[in-house]
């Protein structure tokens, strides 16, 4: 790394620190040791390129103290999914922006996630039937290699052909990829619920659909889910040591 790159890598550095920092105080374990993690590879390429012995000493001494919070919060978040205790509450305000499925799953896909379990009556409309399809290519995207997804939901009557045909455009997209897919219908399913098979259970009050309409085609947060407004919502994380399927 050359020296004109090392101010913008500590702006980064300190940028996901402190983002770690918020996430460990709001108990969100599970992503603030994502952030620590990230900062702390930021904070040792700095390490690596400067020169003054005294920075050395100060980012060494920073280093040495994220990495003992780091530890401490694996070996919570460890201990806790060991007893079956594990709960973590994260609440989107309205008009919240920065919650994208990746940036709200990516946390919970680290451990060797290969199979997934959708639980939501609500896919059904068109922008619904969009909110499942980007969560899929989130799936696609991870390293982990997801390989089967699962879906529950309850059937549109009404224009049951269009959701029908949609579904059936997704299983073979995802086939390409070679993820499997299969959908069952519920008239009686009411829950929302994510189950991975590496142990985490999220559920989120408004299930997928829990972005707002944006304002124009051609508006910021079309595209980006990131930078696309939210309906206030819960959403609960929890991590059983083995996911039990319905």
Known sequence: MSQNNLPGIEVSAISVLKRAVELDQSSRFQESLICYQEGIQLLMDVLKAVKDDSKKVHYREKIKGYMARAEQIKEHVNRAKEEGKYHEQIRISN???????????????????????????????????????????????????????????????????????????????????????????????????????????????RGLDYFKKPKARFSIGYCDYDLRECHETTVDVFHSKHTKTK
Not at 107 to 129: I, M
Not at 143 to 160: A, C, G, R, Y
Not at 162 to 185: N, P, R, T, W
Request: net charge negative; proline share 3%; hydrophobic share 35%.
């Open 95 to 205: 008009n919240a922006t920065g919650y994208s499925f990746e940036t709200l799953f990516r946390p919970y896909t680290q451990d060797g996630l290969t199979e997934v379990w959708v639980e939501d009556p609500y896919v059904r409309h068109v922008h619904q039937l969009y909110n499942f399809l980007r969560f899929c290519e989130m799936l696609v995207k991870l390293p982990s290699k997801v390989q089967k997804i699962h879906l529950l939901t309850s059937q549109d009557e009404d224009s049951s052909s269009q959701q029908a045909s949609a579904f059936e455009d997704i299983k073979q997209s995802l086939q390409s990829h070679g993820v499997a897919m299969d959908v069952q219908y519920s008239s009686t399913i009411h829950d929302r619920e994510i189950r991975f098979d590496n142990g985490w259970i999220i559920k989120i009050g």
